[in-house]
């Protein structure tokens, strides 16, 4: 496959999208209109921040990703060392201009909120800070991947933080802690022979699934007390606590079958969306 190819499945087209949306949802909903930040904004959730996110993972995770029988596919890439480079500088270069930009048309909050979305992403994966080898702080770190950049959204919007809308933030967190979670069970094995340290390697397959059904269901619940129609999405959650449920008595030997329950995970993301979307739009057409 071509460097450009590469590349391209290092950034894991599939979840472009849990990126990007959360963004432009957050940023459209609160000024109803679609100008240059919100374009500009989209398109650098969209690709550039995850080609720095997976991209810098797939680099420094070398060693382990040959052990694991995932890499090589929509999962993720296996970066040939002779890429390590080149990636590295493909995420610097797309980035760099995308965040002068942001920086430019924002103010000193929006500066903290960016700062701390791409310093989750660096911190993540890169030699020296490695917060994926912290257990708990892994998948806060992750979370935060994915609910920043719904924050900035809505910050450099001039959104208002009701109560109804941390509920949602919240909720949101509590999601993206539970998939990283439940991700990382399926990685035990490798991420032991490889030398790393996860939730999952720390506290087992098993509890690690517990957790993150418990926080599946937090995030539903938490759901309830936002705003009509927003009680409605605590069902887009149901779907991934009993999927993820499936794994319950998981053990660490079996772990890898966890894969399952995660590639149905990718598939859930997108009728979740379909439903959050729809609900936002009766949201605001007052439905």
């Excluded at 890499?71 to 995420?91: N, Y």
């Excluded at 791409?118 to 994915?146: C, N, Q």
């Amino acid at each position: 496959m071509n460097t450009l190819g590469q590349l391209t499945l290092s950034s894991r087209p599939l979840s472009w999208i849990n990126t990007a949306f959360p963004f432009a949802a957050a940023y459209l909903l609160t000024t109803r209109e679609i100008d240059l930040a919100l374009v500009i904004g989209t398109i650098y959730f969209l690709i550039p921040y995850n080609l720095a996110m997976y991209g810098i993972n797939d680099v420094y995770d070398y060693e382990s990703d040959l052990r694991n029988p995932r890499k090589g596919g929509v999962e993720g890439a296996l970066l040939d060392t002779s890429l390590h480079r080149t990636t590295l500088i493909a995420a610097l270069v797309t980035n760099v201009p995308f965040l002068v930009y942001l920086v430019a048309i924002g103010d000193p909050l929006s500066w903290l909120v960016l700062a701390v979305s791409v310093f989750a992403v660096i911190a993540y994966s890169m030699k020296g800070l490695r917060f994926k080898e912290k257990p708990v702080l892994d998948s806060i770190t992750s979370s935060t991947h994915f609910v920043s950049p719904a924050v900035y959204g809505l910050v450099l919007a001039g959104a208002e933080f009701t109560p109804a809308l941390w509920l949602i933030l919240v909720s949101f967190f509590l999601w993206g802690i539970a998939s990283h979670a439940f991700g990382a069970v399926q990685d035990v094995i490798a991420d032991r022979e490889g030398g790393l340290a996860s939730i999952a390697t720390v506290i087992g397959a098993r509890a690690t699934t517990r957790l993150a059904v418990v926080a599946y269901v937090l995030a539903g619940l938490l759901l309830i007390g936002t705003d009509w129609p927003g009680p409605l999405a605590a069902l887009a959650a149901l779907p991934y606590a009993i999927s993820t449920a499936q794994w319950w008595n998981v053990t660490d030997e079996n772990a890898e079958d966890a894969n399952r329950g995660w590639k149905r995970f990718l598939l859930l993301n997108f009728i979740a969306g379909a439903i959050v979307t729809m609900l936002m739009i009766a949201w605001v057409l007052g439905v």
